[in-house]
């Protein structure tokens, strides 16, 4: 069973900066971190969660939510069984717990239900 832990939230202001980490473990012999996509998710209160960033397995295609695009910024890292979220420029709106998911067919999609594991979530606050 696949398990992934997030770290890295916190509370931070508006216009600051924040990297979010998600490391993976417990992967079925044969398989590979990187036979996964990857994808950032995030809940806040009273709404529903929503697609923020995804990436393909080898971290060349990478997509992102209108409402962070140009500001946050996906990458993974293979070697280490990490994706990370660079979150620049954070508003109040994207406060939220944020999650990470794994597609074990690397399918580059934004649909939550197309990931097959999930992280707890790590909570990230912006003060205005």
């Known amino acids: 069973q696949v398990q992934l832990v997030e770290s890295g939230g916190g509370l931070v202001q508006a216009g600051d900066s924040l990297i979010l980490s998600c490391a993976a473990s417990?992967?079925?012999?044969?398989?590979?971190?990187?036979?996964?996509?990857m994808g950032w998710f995030r809940e806040a209160p009273g709404k529903e969660r929503e697609f923020v960033a995804g990436?393909?397995?080898?971290?060349?295609?990478?997509y992102y939510a209108d409402s962070v695009k140009g500001r946050f910024t996906i990458s993974r890292d293979n070697a280490k069984n990490t994706v990370y979220l660079q979150m620049n420029s954070l508003k109040p709106e994207d406060a939220a717990v944020y999650y990470c998911?794994?597609?074990?067919?690397?399918?580059?999609?934004?649909?939550?239900?197309?990931?097959?594991?999930w992280g707890q979530g790590t909570q990230v606050t912006v003060s205005s």
């Open positions: 998911a794994a597609d074990r067919l690397s399918r580059s999609s934004r649909a939550e239900g197309l990931f097959h594991y």
């Open positions: 417990g992967l079925a012999s044969g398989r590979t971190f990187s036979s996964f996509g």
């Open positions: 990436t393909n397995w080898s971290g060349s295609i990478t």
